[in-house]
């Protein structure tokens, strides 16, 4: 069992910039996947960025050139560092952890009943 939790959510004006945090437990399998997504009201949960073992990344067109991921192996730490941040980025962002063989199945769904995934933290974009 891996544990997740997410946290750096607030409200910020557009064109503002955010740091995601997600602390997780130590990923004792080598080869996971780990993520981010988000669920604005009314749509469903979607993939925004992830990462892979070995550090390659990929991000949704939505975000390209605006959000980065990165993670902290030493740390067991994941962050999504959100730029110029528009209001249709409001959503409950999630972070997740998966084996990379079965993440890169279902990327970019945000459905996976095999994931580990956290309780979420809440981005809010005022215009």
């Known amino acids: 069992t891996v544990q997740v939790a997410e946290s750096g959510g607030d409200l910020v004006q557009a064109g503002g910039s955010l740091r995601l945090s997600c602390a997780h437990s130590?990923?004792?399998?080598?080869?996971?996947?780990m993520g981010w997504f988000r669920q604005s009201p009314g749509k469903e949960r979607e993939g925004v960025a992830f990462?892979?073992?070995?550090?390659?990344?990929t991000y949704a067109d939505a975000v390209k050139g605006r959000f980065a991921i990165q993670k902290d192996s030493a740390k067991n730490a994941l962050y999504l560092q959100m730029n110029t941040l528009q209001p249709t980025d409001t959503a409950m962002y999630y972070c997740?952890?998966?084996?990379?063989?079965?993440?890169?199945?279902?990327?970019?769904?945000?459905?996976?009943?095999?994931?580990?995934w956290g309780q979420g933290t809440q981005v809010t974009v005022s215009a």
């Open positions: 997740a952890a998966d084996a990379c063989w079965r993440f890169t199945r279902w990327w970019p769904s945000g459905f996976s009943n095999d994931a580990y």
């Open positions: 130590e990923l004792v399998y080598n080869k996971f996947c």
């Open positions: 990462i892979t073992y070995d550090g390659s990344t």
